[in-house]
């Protein structure tokens, strides 16, 4: 039973993870056909994986309701929220748009969920300023170089942090465009390319170790 | 047949967008905006009514895609087609459902173990180019030759910037002297990058912002019969109601929650 129940996924991990990384270093016609196959293989996979969390939501929604929980009547609205979007995609055949008109989908991504996700984020903008005053009170050299990269991004960006700049130091000849360029193409870049190798280095440790299935914990408990 | 094909010609022909469903669209758009900004004052009913929609609409969303563009075409096309490989990835995936029934769970672990496998694969080969040895090429090209003087600077400071960073998050010696003193200087580079994300996160929230209140005036328009006007004055009605009458309740105090 260990072989039915851990051996062979964890050999299926381990071949799919060979071939997968041995394909995209041997230039040869049957790798490249591997990739193909294996990316709409996994397309596959993951869409039913996105299946797998959605009936996860349904049925915490679903049993909210039933236990008549505080506040279970919002959970219906997951399901109306969710009909909105899948009955016109039904209906227009995932088209937004039927030549330059809108189909009842396109209807429905523009008024309702665009309007719902850009909302939704933007509201974070109110709590970033708040979180902002939190953070950059400048008890270090550090923080006030943090606070000071940012404040320079944030004017750099609009028109009235132009005016100002010009103001106050536009005798300098130096525009604040050219100060967020230099940033953003110089000192930012450094940071980045830091943090970003210490990715790299944690990411290709981790994925081997799933390879060679000393990482196992994905798999959950026996 | 047919009366199953003219019901689905009816079904279909009340999804058809008129110029009512456009005016009808502004004051749904103009309403789930308000309602989401309603939670800035307090947290409300209109709120949770707005965040659970989200959360059904984005999963809605989601679905139609995965359906339209990988279960049908990838899928029931290609079974229609005679390919039938296609079922390999189908049982796999569909093993994943096994999570709902704990005795046979563990057939979802083909289907995971699949997804990590091609993950795996798939991420070292593409981290080593992307962030390990295009960042160390881009740190040396500056000096490869042919560069101005100035992009010679920039890169000197790049370089050296970027050496002390890695000297920050290398624990194998301990952090004392020179190697300190390139730690600390790590720091600084850092934090610009963390002040420039920040602020670029802020500009980018911000632009969202002035969106959606670009849309909030184009809804408040006569062509929306005043769409953003009336939903506020019936949000604010029943803010201004709400605590008139949480206030005879509980003589003016809100209850904790």
Known sequence: MTLIKKQIPLLICFVVGFLTLSSYYVPHPVSEKYMEGINKWENIVFGFAFLLGLLSLFFSHYNKIRRRVPGWGYSIFVYIGFLMMVVPAFVSWGQQLDGASLTSLGWAYRFVFNALSGTMFSVLAFYIVSTAYRAFRIKSPQAAVLFIAALIMIIGKVPLGQMMWDGALGWTNVLVADIVEWLMSVPVVAGRRGIMMGLAVGAIVTALKIIFGIERQYMGKD | ?257
């Open chain 2, 1 to 257: 047949m047919e009366f199953l094909a003219n019901i689905w010609q009816w079904f279909a022909g009340l999804f058809t967008v008129t110029p009512g469903w456009m005016i009808f669209g502004g004051w749904m758009a103009a309403g789930l905006t308000l309602c989401i900004y309603s939670f800035l004052y307090k947290d409300n009913p209109f709120f949770k009514v707005a965040e659970h929609l989200y959360l059904g609409a984005g999963m809605g969303w989601v679905f139609q895609v995965t359906f339209f563009q990988t279960w049908k075409p990838r899928v029931w096309d290609a079974l229609m087609d005679g390919q039938f490989v296609v079922l390999i990835p189908t049982v796999l995936g569909l093993s994943l459902m096994t999570q709902f029934f704990p005795r046979i769970s563990w057939i979802s672990r083909y289907g995971f173990t699949f997804i990590m496998g091609y993950g795996a694969g798939l991420v070292i080969p593409l981290e080593i180019t992307t962030n390990f040895l295009r960042q160390i090429g881009g740190t040396i090209a500056p000096f490869a030759g042919g560069a101005g003087f100035w992009a010679m600077v920039n890169g000197a400071i790049i370089a050296f910037g970027f050496i002390c960073v890695l000297f920050y998050f290398f624990f194998s010696v301990e952090q004392k002297g020179v190697v300190k003193k390139a730690s600390n200087i790590g720091i600084y580079f850092l934090m610009l990058y963390f002040g420039a994300a920040f602020g670029n996160t802020v500009m980018g929230r911000f632009s969202l912002l002035y969106g959606r209140f670009d849309d909030l005036y184009k809804y408040s328009g006569s062509g929306y019969f005043y769409a953003t006007h009336v939903v506020l004055g019936l949000l604010v009605a029943y803010f201004v109601l709400d605590k008139l009458v949480l206030s005879k309740k509980n003589g003016g105090q809100e209850p904790a929650h």
